[in-house]
């Protein structure tokens, strides 16, 4: 079965950046168009960005123009750079498909706090 490890997350300043890595435990990004979502607590998982397998990206209104995603399909691994961070970014960010068919991973943690 498919494992998703994200890593990257931490504290960081409003207007700091921070690059998100998910790392797929074998070769699947070749296949399926993935997704980065976030939750903050007491709200529902959302999605934040997609990318095909033809590198054509989509963003969610709250962060377009301030984070891009990326894949490497040949390393399994998606990114998401992610600048001018505001308090409202904080939140548990997991990778997964667009359609959410893999298990989920245990995500990693972005606090954006003065």
């Known amino acids: 079965q498919v494992q998703l490890v994200e890593s990257g997350g931490g504290l960081v300043q409003p207007g700091g950046s921070l690059r998100l890595s998910c790392a797929a435990s074998r070769s699947i990004f070749g296949v399926y168009s993935m997704a980065w979502y976030r939750q903050a607590p007491g709200q529902q998982r959302e999605l934040v960005a997609v990318i095909t397998i033809f590198h054509d990206t989509n963003y969610a209104d709250s962060v377009k123009g301030r984070f891009t995603i990326s894949r490497d399909n040949a390393k399994n691994t998606v990114y998401l750079q992610m600048n001018s961070l505001k308090p409202e970014d904080t939140a548990v960010y997991y990778c997964?498909?667009?359609?959410?068919?893999?298990?989920w991973g245990q995500g990693t943690q972005v606090t954006v706090s003065s």
């Open positions: 997964n498909t667009d359609r959410r068919l893999l298990p």
